[in-house]
């Protein structure tokens, strides 16, 4: 129930989402039943609305797998610091693992959630999935009775991920330093990588954070 609860915010936004996936595969010409199969197996969000494309160009696996890669590859960084440890079973464990998601990430490594139990863990990642799941099953099988375009459904990831990293910022209000280190890396990344976004602004954030975490132990050391 716990779970359920901080579930709810976050619910909110992934239900039309979920939507907007289901209605993607439907009206690319895809039977209903390949958005509960792309949204229970696959589960990577973004990458799911560019699989449909993908799909519907019998793109070769090997190049869909490299675009998955590249899509994805920020859920390395998050398994740095995703709270894995606590959370008990081999089965339970793989589960986590795959249902690591932007949302259950930022959910889960929040200060609030540091006494959060392997059970809370996993139910809060699951009920992630079942919004997801219902709302492309939902898009799917009702795509004809939604309009071409809702005003602001393109924009909910962006509102939702705006207030992930507001909510985070503001728990951290003495690390003001890490979230400037991120906004300089991605707007680098965004300035001579741009068409590698997400893979070089992580791996700028992650240089900068080593290197200052070394200059802050050399600090100490010599204090």
């Not at 979920?18 to 958005?35: E, H, K």
């Not at 859920?75 to 259950?104: M, N, W």
């Not at 004809?144 to 728990?171: C, K, Y």
Request: glycine share 8%; net charge positive.
């Amino acid at each position: 129930m716990a779970a359920l609860k901080d579930s709810t915010s976050v619910g909110l936004a992934l239900l039309p989402l979920g939507l907007a996936l289901g209605v993607v595969i439907t009206r690319a010409g895809l039977p209903w039943w390949c958005a509960p199969l792309f949204a229970a197996v696959v589960y990577a969000g973004s990458f799911e609305f560019l699989l449909v494309g993908l799909t519907v160009a019998a793109t070769p696996l090997a190049t869909i797998a490299l675009t998955a890669f590249l899509v994805n590859v920020r859920h390395v960084f998050y398994a740095l610091s995703f709270p894995l440890h606590r959370v008990r079973g081999r089965l339970a464990k793989g589960y986590s693992t795959f249902a690591l998601t932007d949302e259950a990430y930022a959910m889960t490594t929040g200060g609030q959630a540091q006494s959060w139990s392997s059970a809370r863990i996993l139910s809060l990642q699951g009920i992630f999935q079942l919004y997801w799941v219902g709302g492309a099953t939902t898009g799917a099988l009702l795509g004809s009775l939604i309009p071409d375009r809702i005003t602001g459904l393109d924009f909910a990831m962006t509102a939702l991920f705006a207030i992930l990293a507001t909510d985070a910022v503001a728990e951290r209000r003495n690390d003001l330093p890490t979230p400037v280190l991120a906004l300089f890396s991605a707007l680098a990344a965004r300035l001579f990588f741009p068409g590698q976004l997400l893979l070089v602004a992580f791996s700028l954030f992650t240089a900068a954070l080593l290197a200052r975490h070394l200059a802050t132990g050399k600090r100490s050391h010599h204090a």
